[in-house]
C-alpha cells in the first residue's frame, strides 16, 4: 500500500509500505476514503518540531471498515467511520469524564502505542485502528459525497474549534473573539454560532478566510493585528471586550491578544498547540479573567457533531479548499505552508 513518510524537514513523500494487519482482538483495519494535512503536521514539516528518521504522517481521516478483530463489537465491515486525531478506549475515567484526550490507553497515530505496535499514520491507503470500539464512529450509512468533506472536517478542526467554544463558555447571546483564521479558528467561528454566540469577531487578514468565516457567522472581522487589532476590538465592543474568547493559534502574540480583549469575568478557551506563551496572571488576577482548554476531546464531541452534519445543521467542510489526490500529498503540503491554501484534502 502507499503511505505518506516525512523523511526531513520539507520532505515528505509517498511511499510503498507493508499492508496493515490486525495486530489485537481489538482492532480494526479501515480503507481510507479520505484524508487530510493538518496546520500542526506543519511544525515537524518546517523542522519545528525534530524528525530523527522517517516517520509516518496524518492523523485525520474517514473511511470504510475492511476487517475487524474478535472483540470488535460495534462496527462492521463496510460501515464508515470517522477516525478522531487521538486513539482512546472511551472507557476509562478521563474518558467518562469527557476528556477522551487523555485517557489512560491513548495512543497517536504514526507513534508507538501501548499494544506494542507502531500505529499507522492516517495519510495512506489503509490503517490499522487500535482499540477500534473506542476510537471510531460510525454513521448510520454511507455518507454522500457532498457531506464527505464534513465528515473529515470532525476528525480534528471542527471537534478542536467546538473544544475552544465550549471552554470558553459560549452562550447564546454571547459576544465572541475568535482569534486565528486557520481552520481551527473557522471551526471555532461555526462553533460559536451553533453555542448561540450573538456577535462573532474573527480576526482575519485574509480575505479567502475571511470569506469563510462569514459564511460560518462571523458578524464582524478584524483585520488588523497587535495594538491595532485590540483596539479596534474595544472600538466594536464599545471598550467592553469580549464575553469569551477562542484562542486558536497558540503564540505568545496570539495569546496576549486574547486576554487583551476579553471583558472581566470572561473566559479564553485555548486550543492552539503552545509556543513560548506565558500567561499573564497577576491581569488574570486582577480582572477575573478565566482560561480553559487543551488538547481537543473530539472524540467526546464526534457523534453530536456528525448528527449535526447530517441534518445538515453544519457544513465545517468548506475550510478545505484544495483537493488532491494522495500522489500530490507533497504539493498538499507544499500549499498549506505557504499558505496558498487553508487546508488540503486528499483522496485516494
Not at 51 to 68: L, Q
Not at 82 to 89: G, Q, R
Request: glycine share 10%.
Amino acid at each position: 500500500m502507499k503511505a505518506t513518510v516525512l523523511h526531513a524537514t520539507r520532505d515528505i513523500r509517498l511511499e510503498d509500505v507493508p499492508d496493515p494487519t490486525l495486530h489485537t482482538p481489538t482492532d480494526a483495519i479501515v480503507r481510507v476514503t479520505a484524508s487530510c494535512v493538518c496546520g500542526s503536521d506543519l511544525w515537524p514539516y518546517r523542522g519545528i518540531n525534530e524528525i530523527k528518521e522517517p516517520t509516518r504522517i496524518g492523523h485525520e481521516f474517514v473511511g470504510i471498515v475492511e476487517e475487524t478483530g474478535s472483540q470488535v463489537s460495534t462496527l462492521k465491515v463496510g460501515d464508515f467511520v470517522i477516525a478522531p486525531f487521538t486513539i482512546s478506549d472511551n472507557t476509562c475515567p478521563h474518558c467518562q469524564a469527557g476528556i477522551t484526550s487523555a485517557c489512560n490507553h491513548i495512543g497517536a497515530w504514526g507513534q508507538p502505542n501501548r499494544d506494542g505496535a507502531l500505529a499507522d499514520g492516517g495519510q495512506g491507503e489503509y490503517v490499522r485502528v487500535p482499540l477500534a470500539d473506542g476510537t471510531l464512529v460510525a454513521t448510520p450509512e454511507v455518507p454522500e459525497d457532498s457531506q464527505l468533506a464534513s465528515m473529515l472536517a470532525l476528525s480534528d478542526v471542527m471537534g478542536t474549534g467546538y473544544h475552544a467554544a465550549v471552554s470558553a463558555r459560549v452562550q447564546p447571546g454571547m459576544t465572541v473573539v475568535v482569534v486565528g483564521d486557520g481552520a481551527v479558528g473557522l471551526c471555532g467561528v461555526l462553533a460559536a454560532k451553533r453555542l448561540g454566540a450573538e456577535r462573532i469577531i474573527a480576526m482575519s487578514r485574509h480575505e479567502s478566510r475571511q470569506k469563510v468565516a462569514t459564511e460560518f457567522g462571523a458578524t464582524d472581522i478584524v483585520a488588523e493585528r497587535g495594538d491595532e487589532g485590540v483596539a479596534k476590538v474595544k472600538e466594536l465592543t464599545d471598550s467592553v471586550g469580549a464575553d469569551a474568547v477562542l484562542e486558536c493559534v497558540g503564540t505568545r502574540e496570539s495569546m496576549e491578544t486574547a486576554f487583551r480583549v476579553l471583558r472581566p469575568g470572561g473566559f479564553v478557551g485555548y486550543v492552539g498547540v503552545p509556543h513560548d506563551v506565558e500567561l499573564p496572571i497577576g491581569k488574570m488576577f486582577g480582572r477575573n479573567l478565566n482560561i480553559a482548554g487543551g488538547v481537543a476531546p473530539a472524540r467526546a464531541y464526534l457523534e453530536q457533531l456528525r448528527d449535526d452534519v447530517l441534518a445538515g445543521e453544519i457544513d465545517p467542510g468548506k475550510v478545505f479548499d484544495l483537493t488532491l489526490p494522495l500522489a500530490q500529498v507533497a504539493e498538499g503540503y507544499a500549499a498549506m505552508d505557504e499558505r496558498q491554501a487553508i487546508k488540503t484534502l486528499l483522496l485516494p
